[in-house]
């Protein structure tokens, strides 16, 4: 197995990921309006279904390009002449390793894309701008470990399948498969990972949707000024 090459890496796995990012983007509104806990309707329902969508072009290139060259690094890096029964297993590491990257990235563009989804009226810069006053930078990787937790089990039931799909299909017709016939692969994959990890990605958006107001409220009915009482608010 060759070594990946770092620009193809970078330039591919960066176009993909905001190609994918940027066509989806009304129905990754839809979802995440769908799993807000105040609902549908109060959200924004079919309104403002591109609210969010320069957070999501400004993060989606690096953020995909960032996983596929951990991906195809660590892959080469485990790739051995073994037994092909384990092939899976270092699909798995690798893909789990690119997550984990990416997820540095990634977390800070879906806080601000996710929020601006359900508040359509507010601009993306506004949103970050008052992240950033009220939580910190920590406010822009709220949701990181929950995030995580997602991609990589998304991950391991997602590559490894596509993988073996892939093998499978260029066995039977006895040549590497076509890019469409790479693409059939994917979209079943991570359409099967997308429904069995349903439940840790409304996880996620309810945790990156949670922030911190300032109520402007004294603490304990003190007076002192400076003192606020800060509450989690859904």
Not at 133 to 138: A, C, L, S, V
Not at 151 to 164: K, Y
């Amino acid at each position: 197995m060759d070594r990946p090459g770092f620009t193809a890496s970078l330039v591919a796995g960066g176009v993909a990921g905001i190609s994918v990012d940027l066509i989806l983007f009304p129905l990754d509104t839809i979802k995440t309006r769908l799993q807000s806990p105040q609902g549908f309707n109060k959200a924004g329902g079919f309104h403002g279904i591109y609210a969010g969508v320069p957070s999501a072009a400004i993060g989606s290139f690096p953020n995909a390009a960032a996983f596929f060259i951990t991906y195809d690094y660590v892959k080469w890096l485990l790739h051995t002449d073994s037994s092909s029964h384990l092939m899976p297993v270092k699909h798995m590491l690798a893909a789990s390793a690119g997550e984990v990257v990416a997820c540095l990235i990634r977390v800070p563009s879906e806080v601000v894309k996710q929020r601006a989804q359900v508040s359509a009226s507010s601009r993306t810069f506004q949103i970050f701008s008052n992240i950033l006053y009220q939580e910190g930078i920590p406010g822009l990787y709220r949701g990181y470990k929950s995030t995580v937790l997602r991609e990589i089990p998304f991950s391991l039931v997602q590559f490894p399948l596509w993988e073996s799909l892939k093998a499978l299909w260029s066995w039977r017709q006895d040549h590497v498969v076509e890019s469409w016939q790479s693409a059939v692969c994917g979209a079943f994959a991570g359409g099967f990972a997308a429904v069995v990890t349903t439940p840790l990605d409304v996880a996620k958006t309810r945790i990156m949707l949670a922030k911190i107001i300032c109520r402007g409220l004294p603490a304990n009915g003190s007076h002192q000024p400076g003192r606020f009482h800060l509450s989690w608010c859904l």
